[in-house]
């Protein structure tokens, strides 16, 4: 499973930028899909997630200004980002998990692109 990420860049605050999340696979094969970020001296954590039967979860930071969907056909899992913030600067991952049931123990496989740095600027 590969997962590639592209669709960062430098914008200004209140911009908008779409990350794109491309996978290798069938999308419907996965429990989640997420975004996550990392800034610099920061705990790398959740932006927003998207489970297979489409509820969608957002960082209390991110809600109401981003949105996160998926495209099955393109096997593309999308992150719009409007009225960007200086906080929302970070390297941005995408991540997908797979969960399976083995004697009674939930089994977790995530699967992680590389990340695309964001930065806003004020």
């Known amino acids: 499973v590969q997962l590639q990420a592209s669709g960062g860049g430098l914008v200004q605050a209140g911009g908008s930028l779409r990350l794109s999340c491309i996978y290798s696979g069938n999308i419907l094969s996965f429990d989640t899909m997420g975004w996550y970020r990392q800034a610099p001296g920061k705990q790398r954590e959740l932006v927003a997630m998207l489970t297979s039967d489409t509820i969608s979860e957002y960082a209390n930071s991110v809600k109401g200004r981003f949105t996160i969907s998926r495209d099955i056909a393109k096997t593309t899992v999308y992150l719009q980002m409007n009225s960007l913030k200086p906080d929302d600067t970070a390297v941005y991952y995408c991540?997908?998990?797979?969960?399976?049931?083995?004697?009674?123990?939930?089994?977790?496989?995530?699967?992680w692109g590389q990340g695309t740095q964001v930065t806003v600027s004020s």
């Open positions: 991540k997908a998990q797979r969960i399976t049931w083995v004697a009674g123990r939930r089994l977790e496989y995530d699967y």
